[in-house]
């Protein structure tokens, strides 16, 4: 069983060398570890610091990208090398990354198919406002997705090649919500495994203001809902709506009652543009719900390719003679991207 490393990267020079170093090559139930770093168009000498440090793969995007995208690479180029759990860490040394085995026994036990590391933000020192930030969209995610104790916005996650294979990133901002959605709405079992963090001097990468995260982080999570629960975010928006226009009519009916009834009609016209809207969102719903049947059925076609890309893979690893150094060049990523020594 090989499990892989996956490290997005962007001007990481001063960390990534220690990351790298912390992950441990020997781990009761896998035969083999391996580290792939991500470069996302660093302008520093993040590749040459991760090559020398001992990554076993270096894949670059020409230019910067941004999270998501090194996200989207880091699953692709794992996969493409067989992969068959991967663990996700962040490259600024945010997480310990010496406690993986730690992370993904509750995969080699078969007890989930992604894990997903707590950090315990109770005793990990952060700026107020991210920590703060972080408890609120842990408190709104796990109500609206049932899922108690899981650290939405943590990076350090393990991956069974069968979810790797299933996740579709499609936003560019963040990948830690949507496919946290996307995984339930796949139904794959996903755990939490408290792994207390580091605390990070430097500003974060991903952050550039907060109020700037906040709205593109709330836009994800918005928009995940959307795209993967449409009848459960458009039903309660159109249940809203016919509760406010029954207001109205009950307001009528009771100057009716009082033979007051003359003169109300601006509250039929309120209630029944209300209710009106209402009904417009429950068949928006159910529109929507059956456009995801459609979804469904392209993403299964999806990861029938990816598999059937996977076994190709395979076969080409197994007819490569083996003198050959396994640490790739750096190349830009496109389409199946990486420029691969």
Known sequence: MKLIVTIPAYNEEANIAEVIAEVPRFIVGIDSVEVLVVDDGSTDGTVEVAKAAGADYVVSH????????????????????????????????????????????????????????????????????????NRIANFIMQRLLRMPDVDVSSGFRAYTKEAAFKLNVLFNHTYTHETLVH?????????????PARHVDRPSRLIQSVPSHVWRAGKVILSSFILYR????????????????????????????????????????????????????????????????????????????????????????????????????????????????
């Open 183 to 195: 995984a339930l709405d796949q139904g794959m079992r996903v755990v939490s495994v408290p792994l």
């Open 230 to 341: 449409p009848l459960q975010v458009w039903g309660v928006l159109g249940m809203l709506f016919a509760l406010l226009g029954s207001i109205p009519f009950v307001r009528f009916l009771y100057f009716v009652a009082q033979g007051e009834g003359d003169g109300h009609i601006q509250s039929l016209v309120a209630g029944s543009a209300l209710l009106f809207l209402g009904a417009q969102m429950l068949i928006a719903g159910m529109l929507a719900s059956a456009i995801g049947w459609n979804r469904r059925l392209i993403e299964d076609l999806l990861y029938r390719q990816k598999v059937e890309e996977s076994r190709r893979d395979a076969v080409n690893r197994a007819m490569a003679t083996n003198g050959t150094d396994k640490r790739s060049t750096v190349g830009d990523v496109a389409g199946r991207e990486a420029h691969v020594a």
């Open 62 to 133: 020409g230019r910067n990208q941004g999270l998501a995208a090194a996200f989207r690479t880091a699953l692709r180029e794992a996969l493409h090398r067989g992969a068959d759990i991967i663990v996700n860490t962040d490259a600024d040394n945010h997480y310990d990354q010496s406690r993986i085995p730690d992370l993904i026994q509750p995969l080699l036990r078969n007890e989930a198919e992604i894990v997903v590391g707590n950090r315990v933000l109770t005793g990990l020192r952060m700026r107020a406002v991210n920590k703060y930030g």
